[in-house]
């Protein structure tokens, strides 16, 4: 069963829009635990619906893509499908591709 915390996380990540990322940390400030970086990331990893849940717009603060459930490289290949610029060092630039949650 899932926690109140990784529902309201799952349920930001769907405001998300194709073609733009997000942070860890970012995130964790959209559900009003600015403190709680692990535990939104926690809540990202145990994700249950990786179609409808976009889960791979997360990534590093640093721009560096980060981990996903169906591995890196699928990660990478779903964000360059939705437009997304990743550089030959799997950094993405923030400026460009960063969501801002309202």
């Not at 889960?55 to 490289?73: L, P, T």
């Not at 499908?81 to 799997?90: L, Y």
Request: with cysteine; aromatic share 4%; glycine share 8%.
């Amino acid at each position: 069963m899932a926690t109140d915390l990784q529902k309201q996380v799952w349920e930001k990540l769907t405001e998300i829009p194709k073609g733009q990322v997000t942070t860890y940390a970012l995130l964790a400030h959209a559900v009003g635990k600015s403190k709680a970086v692990r535990g939104v990331a926690s809540a990202v990893g145990k994700n249950p619906d990786l179609v409808t849940v976009p889960c791979h717009r997360v990534i590093r603060s640093d721009g560096s893509v980060g981990e996903y459930a169906g591995g890196q490289q699928e990660k990478i290949r779903l964000l360059r499908k939705e437009g997304v610029t990743i550089s030959d060092s799997n950094k993405i630039e923030l400026r460009r591709h960063v969501f801002a949650f309202k």
